[in-house]
């Protein structure tokens, strides 16, 4: 499958983005997905996953009540609703899919990668 991720730009802190990942080559609904991100100096971190259609969604504590992921498998793609955005979400934001229902929570388990988005929070 592949990945392409959209949405990024430079938001004042407060403020809100919109991600959204297209996938193509494979039936979308075989994945779950998920957002990861990488800010300058640091490794790269999960933040966000969904399953494929039973509504499963996990969030790393951090963004828990501002960011919500959603998906839309018949037009095959997913977003990431980030609101209430801090100076610490500044980071390049990576689309990312695993097939089958293991939700991609941890960077070993990902089986396909996105380009990434650049997100930048200015304070």
């Known amino acids: 499958v592949q990945l392409q991720a959209s949405g990024g730009g430079l938001v004042q802190a407060g403020g809100s983005l919109r991600l959204s990942c297209a996938a193509s080559?494979?039936?979308?609904?075989?994945?779950?997905m998920g957002w990861f991100r990488q800010s300058p100096g640091k490794e790269r971190e999960f933040v966000a996953a969904?399953?494929?259609?039973?509504?499963?969604?996990f969030y790393v504590d951090s963004v828990k009540g501002r960011f919500t992921i959603s998906r839309d498998n018949a037009k095959n793609t997913v977003h990431l609703q980030m609101n209430s955005l801090k100076p610490e979400d500044t980071a390049v934001y990576y689309c990312?899919?695993?097939?089958?229902?293991?939700?991609?929570?941890?960077?070993?388990?990902?089986?396909?990668w996105g380009e990434g988005t650049l997100v930048t929070v200015s304070s």
């Open positions: 969904i399953g494929r259609a039973d509504g499963r969604v």
């Open positions: 990312a899919a695993r097939y089958g229902d293991v939700l991609p929570s941890a960077e070993d388990i990902v089986g396909y």
């Open positions: 080559g494979r039936p979308f609904s075989d994945y779950a």
